[in-house]
T-cell receptor, first 113, second 119 residues
Framework: GENVEQHPSTLSVQEGDSAVIKCTYS??????FPWYKQELGKRPQLIID?????GEKKDQRIAVTLNKTAKHFSLHITETQPEDSAVYFC????????????FGQGTRLTINP | GAGVSQSPSNKVTEKGKDVELRCDPI?????LYWYRQSLGQGLEFLIY????????KSGLPSDRFSAERTGGSVSTLTIQRTQQEDSAVYLC?????????????????FGQGTRLTVV
Protein backbone atom coordinates (compact mmCIF):
# COMPACT_ATOMS: atom_id res chain seq x y z
CA GLY A 1 0.00 0.00 0.00
CA GLU A 2 0.86 3.66 -0.14
CA ASN A 3 3.27 5.15 2.39
CA VAL A 4 3.78 8.90 2.78
CA GLU A 5 6.76 10.40 4.59
CA GLN A 6 6.71 14.08 5.59
CA HIS A 7 9.59 16.35 6.67
CA PRO A 8 10.35 18.23 8.77
CA SER A 9 8.18 17.39 11.76
CA THR A 10 8.60 20.91 13.12
CA LEU A 11 9.54 24.12 11.33
CA SER A 12 10.05 27.58 12.73
CA VAL A 13 10.46 30.61 10.44
CA GLN A 14 10.52 34.36 10.85
CA GLU A 15 7.44 36.24 9.74
CA GLY A 16 7.84 37.24 6.12
CA ASP A 17 10.21 34.41 5.27
CA SER A 18 9.28 31.35 3.19
CA ALA A 19 8.49 27.88 4.49
CA VAL A 20 8.86 24.60 2.61
CA ILE A 21 7.46 21.24 3.65
CA LYS A 22 8.36 18.09 1.72
CA CYS A 23 6.66 14.74 1.27
CA THR A 24 7.58 11.53 -0.49
CA TYR A 25 5.23 8.75 -1.51
CA SER A 26 5.80 5.15 -2.45
CA UNK A 27 2.98 4.14 -4.82
CA UNK A 28 3.59 5.28 -8.39
CA UNK A 29 -0.15 4.84 -9.06
CA UNK A 30 -1.00 7.74 -6.73
CA UNK A 31 -2.36 10.66 -8.71
CA UNK A 32 -3.86 13.06 -6.20
CA PHE A 33 -1.89 15.02 -3.60
CA PRO A 34 -3.75 17.34 -1.22
CA TRP A 35 -2.44 19.46 1.63
CA TYR A 36 -4.43 20.05 4.79
CA LYS A 37 -3.98 22.71 7.46
CA GLN A 38 -5.02 22.08 11.04
CA GLU A 39 -5.10 25.07 13.37
CA LEU A 40 -4.94 24.49 17.09
CA GLY A 41 -8.12 22.85 18.35
CA LYS A 42 -9.72 22.76 14.93
CA ARG A 43 -10.37 20.20 12.25
CA PRO A 44 -8.03 19.71 9.25
CA GLN A 45 -9.07 21.66 6.18
CA LEU A 46 -7.93 21.41 2.58
CA ILE A 47 -5.77 24.33 1.48
CA ILE A 48 -4.47 23.19 -1.90
CA ASP A 49 -4.23 20.05 -3.97
CA UNK A 50 -2.50 18.89 -7.14
CA UNK A 51 -3.19 16.18 -9.65
CA UNK A 52 -0.49 14.10 -11.28
CA UNK A 53 -1.02 15.70 -14.68
CA UNK A 54 0.52 19.00 -13.54
CA GLY A 55 3.87 19.85 -11.98
CA GLU A 56 2.98 22.97 -10.05
CA LYS A 57 -0.05 24.80 -8.73
CA LYS A 58 -0.21 28.16 -7.05
CA ASP A 59 -2.84 29.93 -4.99
CA GLN A 60 -1.76 33.35 -3.72
CA ARG A 61 1.04 32.74 -1.19
CA ILE A 62 0.76 28.96 -1.34
CA ALA A 63 2.20 26.71 -4.02
CA VAL A 64 2.64 22.99 -4.42
CA THR A 65 5.13 21.26 -6.70
CA LEU A 66 5.12 17.63 -7.79
CA ASN A 67 7.96 15.50 -9.12
CA LYS A 68 6.41 12.24 -10.29
CA THR A 69 9.72 10.70 -11.27
CA ALA A 70 11.17 11.15 -7.83
CA LYS A 71 7.79 10.59 -6.14
CA HIS A 72 7.93 13.70 -4.04
CA PHE A 73 5.86 16.84 -3.64
CA SER A 74 6.31 20.01 -1.64
CA LEU A 75 4.30 22.83 -0.12
CA HIS A 76 5.74 26.32 -0.38
CA ILE A 77 4.40 29.22 1.68
CA THR A 78 5.83 32.64 0.86
CA GLU A 79 5.66 35.86 2.90
CA THR A 80 4.60 33.90 5.95
CA GLN A 81 2.21 35.47 8.44
CA PRO A 82 1.35 34.58 12.06
CA GLU A 83 -1.93 33.00 10.92
CA ASP A 84 0.06 30.46 8.92
CA SER A 85 1.08 28.86 12.22
CA ALA A 86 -0.57 25.42 12.24
CA VAL A 87 0.05 21.75 11.59
CA TYR A 88 0.21 20.88 7.90
CA PHE A 89 -0.49 17.40 6.53
CA CYS A 90 0.28 16.11 3.07
CA UNK A 91 -1.57 13.14 1.61
CA UNK A 92 -1.64 10.92 -1.45
CA UNK A 93 -4.11 8.63 -3.11
CA UNK A 94 -5.06 6.98 -6.38
CA UNK A 95 -8.38 8.72 -6.69
CA UNK A 96 -9.36 6.97 -9.90
CA UNK A 97 -8.85 3.68 -8.14
CA UNK A 98 -10.97 4.94 -5.23
CA UNK A 99 -8.03 4.29 -2.94
CA UNK A 100 -7.96 5.85 0.50
CA UNK A 101 -6.11 9.05 1.30
CA UNK A 102 -2.86 8.27 3.10
CA PHE A 103 -1.54 11.12 5.25
CA GLY A 104 1.97 12.11 6.19
CA GLN A 105 2.92 12.54 9.83
CA GLY A 106 2.38 16.29 9.84
CA THR A 107 4.59 19.37 10.19
CA ARG A 108 4.09 21.86 13.00
CA LEU A 109 4.85 25.26 11.49
CA THR A 110 5.50 28.18 13.81
CA ILE A 111 5.79 31.73 12.47
CA ASN A 112 7.83 33.94 14.76
CA PRO A 113 6.92 37.64 14.76
CA GLY B 1 -26.47 19.88 7.84
CA ALA B 2 -23.91 21.07 5.38
CA GLY B 3 -20.87 19.49 6.98
CA VAL B 4 -19.69 16.28 8.61
CA SER B 5 -21.22 15.93 12.04
CA GLN B 6 -19.82 13.84 14.88
CA SER B 7 -21.35 12.99 18.21
CA PRO B 8 -20.73 13.23 21.02
CA SER B 9 -18.23 16.09 21.01
CA ASN B 10 -16.74 14.86 24.24
CA LYS B 11 -16.95 11.51 25.96
CA VAL B 12 -15.52 10.52 29.31
CA THR B 13 -15.72 6.84 30.10
CA GLU B 14 -14.36 4.46 32.66
CA LYS B 15 -11.70 1.96 31.74
CA GLY B 16 -13.27 -1.28 30.60
CA LYS B 17 -16.51 0.26 29.33
CA ASP B 18 -17.64 0.18 25.70
CA VAL B 19 -18.17 3.39 23.74
CA GLU B 20 -19.86 4.25 20.45
CA LEU B 21 -18.87 7.25 18.38
CA ARG B 22 -21.13 8.46 15.60
CA CYS B 23 -20.36 10.15 12.29
CA ASP B 24 -22.92 11.71 9.94
CA PRO B 25 -21.15 12.34 6.62
CA ILE B 26 -22.14 14.87 4.01
CA UNK B 27 -25.15 13.58 2.09
CA UNK B 28 -24.17 11.69 -1.03
CA UNK B 29 -20.54 11.17 -0.04
CA UNK B 30 -19.53 7.61 -0.77
CA UNK B 31 -16.16 7.64 0.99
CA LEU B 32 -15.89 7.78 4.78
CA TYR B 33 -12.80 7.66 6.96
CA TRP B 34 -12.08 7.34 10.66
CA TYR B 35 -8.83 8.70 12.08
CA ARG B 36 -7.43 8.93 15.57
CA GLN B 37 -5.35 11.88 16.71
CA SER B 38 -3.54 11.85 20.02
CA LEU B 39 -2.50 15.16 21.55
CA GLY B 40 0.00 16.90 19.30
CA GLN B 41 0.27 13.90 17.03
CA GLY B 42 -0.64 13.09 13.43
CA LEU B 43 -3.66 11.48 11.84
CA GLU B 44 -3.67 7.76 12.54
CA PHE B 45 -5.79 5.97 9.94
CA LEU B 46 -8.31 3.53 11.38
CA ILE B 47 -10.81 2.47 8.72
CA TYR B 48 -12.06 3.48 5.25
CA UNK B 49 -15.45 2.85 3.68
CA UNK B 50 -15.97 3.37 -0.06
CA UNK B 51 -19.41 2.74 -1.49
CA UNK B 52 -20.40 -0.90 -1.39
CA UNK B 53 -16.83 -2.18 -1.31
CA UNK B 54 -15.52 -4.12 1.66
CA UNK B 55 -14.11 -1.60 4.17
CA UNK B 56 -10.36 -1.20 4.56
CA LYS B 57 -9.85 -2.10 8.20
CA SER B 58 -6.07 -2.22 8.04
CA GLY B 59 -5.64 0.64 10.52
CA LEU B 60 -7.72 -0.71 13.38
CA PRO B 61 -5.25 -1.13 16.27
CA SER B 62 -6.90 -4.16 17.89
CA ASP B 63 -9.99 -6.34 17.77
CA ARG B 64 -11.54 -4.08 20.40
CA PHE B 65 -12.15 -1.59 17.60
CA SER B 66 -14.88 -2.02 15.01
CA ALA B 67 -16.90 0.21 12.73
CA GLU B 68 -20.06 0.00 10.70
CA ARG B 69 -21.57 2.11 8.00
CA THR B 70 -25.27 1.56 7.65
CA GLY B 71 -27.05 2.27 4.37
CA GLY B 72 -23.97 3.93 2.98
CA SER B 73 -24.45 6.91 5.26
CA VAL B 74 -24.06 7.11 9.05
CA SER B 75 -21.07 5.36 10.57
CA THR B 76 -20.47 4.16 14.11
CA LEU B 77 -17.04 3.44 15.57
CA THR B 78 -17.21 1.11 18.56
CA ILE B 79 -14.44 0.61 21.07
CA GLN B 80 -14.93 -2.28 23.46
CA ARG B 81 -13.31 -2.59 26.88
CA THR B 82 -11.72 0.83 26.61
CA GLN B 83 -8.17 1.38 27.81
CA GLN B 84 -6.45 4.59 28.85
CA GLU B 85 -4.34 4.52 25.69
CA ASP B 86 -7.55 4.85 23.67
CA SER B 87 -7.85 8.45 24.88
CA ALA B 88 -7.60 10.68 21.82
CA VAL B 89 -9.65 12.75 19.40
CA TYR B 90 -11.47 10.56 16.89
CA LEU B 91 -11.99 12.31 13.56
CA CYS B 92 -14.35 11.29 10.81
CA UNK B 93 -14.05 12.55 7.23
CA UNK B 94 -16.09 12.04 4.09
CA UNK B 95 -15.63 12.75 0.42
CA UNK B 96 -17.58 12.22 -2.76
CA UNK B 97 -14.87 9.74 -3.54
CA UNK B 98 -15.05 9.52 -7.29
CA UNK B 99 -14.55 11.41 -10.50
CA UNK B 100 -17.14 12.45 -13.03
CA UNK B 101 -15.66 12.99 -16.44
CA UNK B 102 -12.73 15.34 -16.05
CA UNK B 103 -13.86 16.76 -12.75
CA UNK B 104 -12.70 15.09 -9.61
CA UNK B 105 -14.68 15.48 -6.43
CA UNK B 106 -11.90 14.57 -4.11
CA UNK B 107 -11.84 16.91 -1.14
CA UNK B 108 -12.18 15.14 2.20
CA UNK B 109 -14.22 17.11 4.73
CA PHE B 110 -13.53 16.48 8.39
CA GLY B 111 -15.93 16.53 11.29
CA GLN B 112 -15.10 18.41 14.48
CA GLY B 113 -14.07 15.18 16.20
CA THR B 114 -15.01 13.35 19.37
CA ARG B 115 -12.62 13.82 22.27
CA LEU B 116 -12.54 10.51 24.15
CA THR B 117 -11.10 10.38 27.64
CA VAL B 118 -10.75 7.04 29.39
CA VAL B 119 -10.31 7.35 33.13
Amino acid sequence: GENVEQHPSTLSVQEGDSAVIKCTYSDSASNYFPWYKQELGKRPQLIIDIRSNVGEKKDQRIAVTLNKTAKHFSLHITETQPEDSAVYFCAASNIQGAQKLVFGQGTRLTINP
Amino acid sequence: GAGVSQSPSNKVTEKGKDVELRCDPISGHTALYWYRQSLGQGLEFLIYFQGNSAPDKSGLPSDRFSAERTGGSVSTLTIQRTQQEDSAVYLCASSLGRSRGFKWYTEAFFGQGTRLTVV
